[in-house]
């Protein structure tokens, strides 16, 4: 027998409204909203007084797993995720061995399928010589991914793509949409030599100025308009980028879309004496006005995804002395508090929130069934109490990693309980232990390319 949930009296967001309505999950759908007051349920959830968004989709990951683990594995992270209303997560190829291969693709599933307690994807790891097996991926059936990675910056190794021929044939042969890091290489190295040394963590801002992540951005997305490719520009950190994304918004130009972290939101460089090396990240931090164009970008539609770019290592790896200390912060179970508590004070609505996290990746990755909360979509919700107030702490974190930048923050709006296509997987203070999460599926017969139209993404001719 199917089984039956009924969310009764919840405040529902969805894209167009939120209304005090119930939410009918059967057999991992939902079978309807605003059902019957009759209607049958083997559960029935009261969330009188609380908000059901759609579950959170996590473009930007580092899970670290396989060969890094002693800071994070599919297990750990994917619960992380549960307890923040994170349903599901595309994770970032950097690993060891690196996600570039058919083999590596099709072995990451197979782990996370026995690992993760949410929904799961990878992307496929470009290398400057591994063309070919770009290609084989795209052919192969049943390997969902949802594009190609591209480290134009911030990697190491074969990791790095950034000279010109390999970016060329990279964009002109591929098919599917491209994901990059923008930062110049040449660039970098520049600053790096004129500083000196010995650098400060202060100096890192400098060192990866915002004319490194300007002059890489520019050149990608020079690159998606002369092959027609589609191409996301992950964690855009400048007013500038700001500019010429909010430019094609206007003109109504299509392949190109764009995504924020919660670090470059809520921190700038003001706080690098606070937290020291605990706020070192790639792009790194920018001045205060950056921070506020982030937030103006994010709100006109010029950006259309929230992400985390979850990147966590131990404290002992953070607190070495610059510049040995690796870049990247943890962030994937307090990125909807952090944006709850901002809805709180009249920053943003729910439907904001619900757009950025949810609706935007999954219509920019054309992931199926999720990202709204409507009939016959996938049971993927977070019920959230906007009243409930916590400091946020680093033991409290399902992290492995066990530590956050936002320790001794009080934020109001939590998650109180998450659902993975329709099996709870976080309530309580407690997250599900048995791997009950999905492979993420795309939907690549669309056509077209999408674009922010009045508010929401909707399809461009392309």
Not at 177 to 196: F, K, L
Not at 240 to 265: D, F, N, Q, S, W
Not at 413 to 442: D, I, S, Y
């Amino acid at each position: 027998m199917p089984h039956r949930t009924l969310i009764r009296d919840a405040s529902v967001v969805m894209p167009e409204e939120t209304a005090r309505t119930s939410v009918l999950i059967e057999d991992g759908t939902i079978a309807d909203v605003d059902p019957p007051r009759h209607a049958r349920a083997d559960e029935i959830v009261d969330a009188a007084g609380l908000h059901l968004l759609p579950g959170v989709i996590d473009d930007q990951v580092h899970f670290r797993d396989p060969g890094l683990t002693h800071k994070e594995d599919l297990r750990t992270g994917s619960m992380a995720c549960a307890a923040g209303g994170v349903t599901s997560f595309l994770e970032m190829p950097n690993t060891v061995p690196q996600t570039v291969t058919v083999r590596a693709l099709r072995e990451k599933l197979e782990r996370a399928a026995r690992r993760s307690v949410v929904n799961y994807g990878f992307y496929a790891g470009a290398t400057t010589g591994n063309l070919a097996e770009l290609r084989r991926i795209e052919r192969t059936r049943n390997l969902p991914t949802p594009g190609i990675k591209i480290f134009i910056g911030s990697s190491t190794g074969e990791m790095l793509v950034d000279d010109q021929e390999s970016l060329e044939a990279i964009f002109a042969e591929t098919v599917l949409p491209i994901a990059a890091h923008c930062e110049d290489e040449t660039t970098v190295r520049a600053n790096r030599q004129r500083i000196g040394s010995p650098p400060t963590i202060r100096d890192h801002s400098r060192i990866r100025d915002r004319w490194a992540a300007l002059t890489a951005t520019l050149r990608a997305i020079d690159l998606a308009d002369r092959h027609r490719h589609r191409f996301h520009l992950l964690h855009a950190s400048t007013a500038e980028e700001v500019a010429i994304l909010a430019c094609r918004l206007l003109e109504k130009r299509e392949l190109v879309t764009a995504e924020v972290c919660p670090h470059h939101l809520f921190f700038d460089t003001s706080d690098y004496d606070r937290l020291g090396s605990l706020a070192q990240m790639n792009p790194s931090l920018k001045e205060a006005g950056d921070r506020k164009a982030l937030w103006r970008g994010l709100k006109a539609g010029a950006i259309q995804i929230l992400a985390t770019d979850h990147a966590p290592h131990t404290l002992e790896e953070k607190r070495l002395p610059y510049p040995e200390s690796p870049s990247g912060v943890p962030a994937v179970e307090l990125v909807l508090p952090l944006m709850l508590n901002e809805a709180n004070r009249g920053r943003c609505t729910l439907e904001d929130i619900a757009a950025w996290t949810s609706d935007g990746p999954a219509r920019v990755w054309d992931i199926v069934g999720k990202g709204r909360i409507e009939p016959g979509g996938d049971a993927d919700l977070v019920l959230v109490d906007m009243a409930e107030e916590r400091v946020v702490r680093n033991e409290d974190q399902w992290s492995k990693c066990g530590w956050t930048p936002w320790h001794g923050t009080r934020l109001q709006g939590w998650p109180v309980r998450t659902w993975v296509g329709g099996r709870t997987v976080f309530a309580n203070g407690k997250v599900e232990m048995e791997p009950c999460g999905g492979r993420l599926e795309f939907d690549r017969e669309r056509g077209g390319y999408w674009a922010e139209s009045a508010g929401s993404i909707v399809p461009a001719s392309g």
